[in-house]
Every structure is written in structure tokens, then in C-alpha cells.
């Protein structure tokens, strides 16, 4: 064969080669595409499956017993199975929406922080790779678990936020991606339905809680009522059947005359009573609206305890008003204050000893408040039993509350005039030994008057 035709040759099949190699080179690319996509669809198929095993288990929990602060552990524990991640933990807000408090945490790294963390402006999504550029945001999110590969979510609605950590990128723990945005944020997602359900269930049982008191409150509110309804129009009745002209009772006049003063009692305790519950009413539609002046304390005790003397002789008990500064001046409205004070004067003589005492007094604390005590050494109550006291319509068990009788509205009555004047009132008490009732008004409500 000559030259000439062997060239030939050599240059037919150099062409043939050169093609062969790159159809060889497109079938290679096309194969490797090809297991790209079967291993992204892959990917995407098993992140399915993992969300939605997630799910399924995640939701088991908010069939459980746990309170919103217990959820987080289990549900961490749950997200790091389906993961494979090598730590995990829940955030929150704290303070301007840029700092973040770890609340729970488990896997590597759980115990790497317990400060605050700065992340201005976080993200909605964050991943790290080996191939990640080291930037702040990234340094501040890899320093929460001490982890370099991570994978974040935030949800700035709620102010929480989810963090997963893997020490390495392997088969077993694969590099984060894009795609597993919808991983991290569907457990995130999850993890909130069921913090928010959690909670609206302790909200509803609190209201279930409230909504039972307060049905208790109107059953024992009926109750005493109908109790003290009962007894001072049985005695209207009663003695005004006997008083009827005609009546087979035949009454002498000194007879006429007592039973006269036992309907005028009855019917005054009537109008005291219907006071009583029209004022509480009234009180708790809103706080009143009040007429304030400076007024000295001693004139302001001196005027209470007469009006409350009537019936403190009655029942033979002395109310005694220690000496008070002469300038002190407490800032109040003269008519609801005298009611707080004479509700109180009233308990304090009602479940007093027939020639017991009942001190008052007024003095001026080293803050600048002030503070006016009733004591007295009565039948008291338990300590317990104090903040029943300061409900309404609440009647004690012992037998001197159930004798003596009351709508129970004298305390709660003076808590709530109190409290429109910015004060407070704190009883203590003991069986048998009496009640302290202590009135205290804030400094802005009190001063010393200054010498003309």
C-alpha cells in the first residue's frame, strides 16, 4: 500500500476514533446526569418520607401529658433520629428580635452556650457546607453547637428558630442543601403547631378553671343571698302580722313599740345589704371615678370611728385611735376612703369580744407611704383562709362568721376602693388571737403639711 493511501487510512480512522471518543464522552455526561437526577429524586423522596415521618411522630406528642416548656426535648430527640444529624437545639427571642436564647438543646454541642446569642438580622434559612465561605453570619450560627456544618430556620412571627449541627460530611451525615430547607422548616413548623396547641390548652383549662370558681362564687352568692334575705323579711313579716289590726296576737303598746324597732333593724339591714351588692357591682364594672383632696389623717380617722362608734357600743367594744402626726395629709376621696376604712371598723367590731378593744392607727413609713392599721383581738381567722375572705360572697366555715352572718362584701369592697387609690391592703390573722388590717397608699398620696 502506498503512502499516499495509508495516510488515508490513518486520517479515516483518527476521525472515526475522535468520534467514537466523543459520542463515548456524551453517553458518559448523559449517565452521570442521569444518576444526578436519580440521586436527587432520591434525596427529595426520602426528605418526603422524612417530613412526613416527622410529622406522624411529632403529632404524638400533643397527644401527651407535656406542658409547652416540656415539649422541646422530645421533639428535638425526634427531629435528630429522622436527621441524622449529630446535634440540634430550639431558640428564642430575647429582647430586640437580634438576640437569641437557647431553650433547648441535645446531641453534640448541647451545653457548648448558655448565653445569648447576636444574630443581626437572622435569616429564614441557613445552611453551611465544606465549600460555605466564612462570613459573620456564618461564624455566629456555627458558634451556637460548636458544630461547622449546620442547618437553620427561623420564624420570625413567633420569634423561635431551629438549629442543626453534623461534626463532618459523610455518606451517613450528607452535606445540607438547598432542598432540605423544607426539612428544617416543616420540623420547625411542627414543633410551633404543637408549642401553640400546648398552650391553648393550659389557656382553656385555666378558663375552665375560672369559669367553674366563678359559678361557685354565684351558687354561694344565691346561697348566702337568699340567706340573708330570708331572715330580716321573715321578722318583717312576722311582726308586722302581729301588729295588724285585728290579729289574734293582741300586742300591748310597749310590745308594739319593740316589734317597731325590730322591723326598723331588719329593714336597715336590708338596705345596708342591697348597698352592699350594689356597690360590688358597681366596682367591678370599673374602678370609680374619684374626688381627691388632702385631708388630714387624725380628722380622717376621728370622723370614721365615730360613724362606726353606733354600733361598737352596741356590742361593747371600745375603738381606740392611737395619736397621730397632726401633719400628716393623705391624698384620697373622702367618701370612698371612709368606706374602706369603715368596712374595715366594722369587721374588726362585728368578730370582736363584747369588751375587747379595736386599735386604729396612721403613721408615715421611711419610704414616703403610709400606712393605717385596724387590729383587733377577735375570734381571726386562719391564713389560709385570708384571700377567701377578700372574694366576694365568701362565708368562713367557723362558727362566729356563720352566726354573725354577712353578705361578705365588707373586704372585698375595701380591696377594690383601694386599689383606685394606687394602695393596697394585706391582712393577717390567726385563730383566735384577732385581725390586722393594714392600709397602705403609695408616697405620690402622702405628705407633711408645712407650717403657715
Known amino acids: 500500500m502506498s503512502e499516499t493511501a495509508q495516510g488515508l487510512l490513518i486520517g479515516q480512522l483518527e476521525r472515526e476514533l475522535a468520534y467514537y471518543r466523543r459520542e463515548c464522552n456524551d453517553l458518559g455526561a448523559r449517565l452521570l446526569r442521569l444518576q444526578e437526577e436519580q440521586s436527587q429524586t432520591f434525596r427529595e423522596a426520602r426528605r418526603s418520607r422524612t417530613v412526613a415521618k416527622l410529622i406522624r411522630e411529632a403529632y404524638r406528642l400533643a397527644d401527651g401529658d407535656w406542658t409547652p416548656n416540656d415539649i422541646g426535648v422530645p421533639m428535638l430527640e425526634i427531629i435528630i433520629e429522622n436527621a441524622l444529624c449529630d446535634g440540634a437545639a430550639l431558640l428564642r427571642e430575647d429582647g430586640d428580635g437580634e438576640c437569641f436564647r437557647v431553650i433547648h438543646a441535645i446531641g453534640a454541642g448541647a451545653d457548648a452556650t448558655k448565653q445569648p446569642v447576636v444574630i443581626p438580622s437572622p435569616p429564614e434559612f441557613f445552611f453551611t457546607t465544606a465549600r460555605t465561605p466564612i462570613e459573620p453570619l456564618a461564624y455566629e450560627l456555627t458558634s451556637i453547637l460548636r458544630l461547622p456544618y ?66 361557685a362564687a354565684r351558687a354561694r352568692f344565691l346561697a348566702t343571698l337568699t340567706h340573708e334575705l330570708r331572715t330580716p323579711l321573715n321578722a318583717i313579716v312576722g311582726y308586722s302580722e302581729m301588729m295588724v289590726p285585728g290579729s289574734r296576737y293582741d300586742p300591748t303598746p310597749a310590745d308594739r313599740g319593740r316589734y317597731s324597732g325590730l322591723i326598723l333593724d331588719a329593714a336597715q339591714y336590708l338596705l345596708k345589704l342591697a348597698d352592699g351588692i350594689l356597690d360590688y357591682s358597681y366596682l367591678e364594672q370599673a374602678l370609680p371615678s374619684l374626688a381627691l383632696e388632702w385631708l388630714a389623717a387624725d380628722q380622717l380617722l376621728g370622723s370614721t370611728v365615730a360613724l362606726a362608734s353606733g354600733e361598737s357600743h352596741s356590742r361593747q367594744v371600745e375603738i381606740r385611735v392611737m395619736p397621730v402626726d397632726p401633719a400628716l395629709e393623705l391624698c384620697i376621696d373622702p367618701v370612698r376612703f371612709r368606706q374602706v376604712l369603715y368596712n374595715l371598723l366594722g369587721n374588726a367590731v362585728k368578730f370582736s369580744f363584747p369588751g375587747s378593744l379595736v386599735v386604729v392607727t396612721a403613721e408615715r413609713a421611711e419610704d414616703g407611704s403610709a400606712a393605717v392599721t385596724v387590729r383587733d383581738t377577735g375570734v381571726g381567722m386562719r391564713p389560709e383562709d385570708i384571700p377567701r375572705a377578700l372574694e366576694p360572697f365568701q362565708q368562713l366555715d367557723h362558727n362566729a362568721v356563720r352566726t354573725l352572718g354577712g353578705a361578705g362584701l365588707g373586704l372585698p369592697i375595701a380591696k377594690r376602693l383601694l386599689e383606685a387609690h394606687g394602695g393596697e391592703l394585706s391582712i393577717d390573722s390567726l385563730p383566735g388571737e384577732g385581725t390586722t388590717a393594714v392600709v397602705r397608699l403609695p408616697p405620690e398620696r402622702v405628705r407633711e403639711r408645712l407650717d403657715d
Open 150 to 215: 449546620l442547618l437553620w430556620a427561623y420564624d420570625k412571627p413567633t420569634g423561635r428558630a431551629l438549629i442543626l449541627g453534623s461534626r463532618s460530611e459523610s455518606n451517613v451525615s450528607r452535606p445540607f442543601e438547598l432542598g432540605d430547607q423544607e426539612f428544617i422548616e416543616g420540623a420547625l413548623s411542627v414543633y410551633i403547631d404543637i408549642v401553640l396547641r400546648k398552650q391553648a390548652e393550659v389557656e382553656l383549662r385555666a378558663a375552665k378553671a375560672v369559669a367553674e370558681r366563678a359559678s
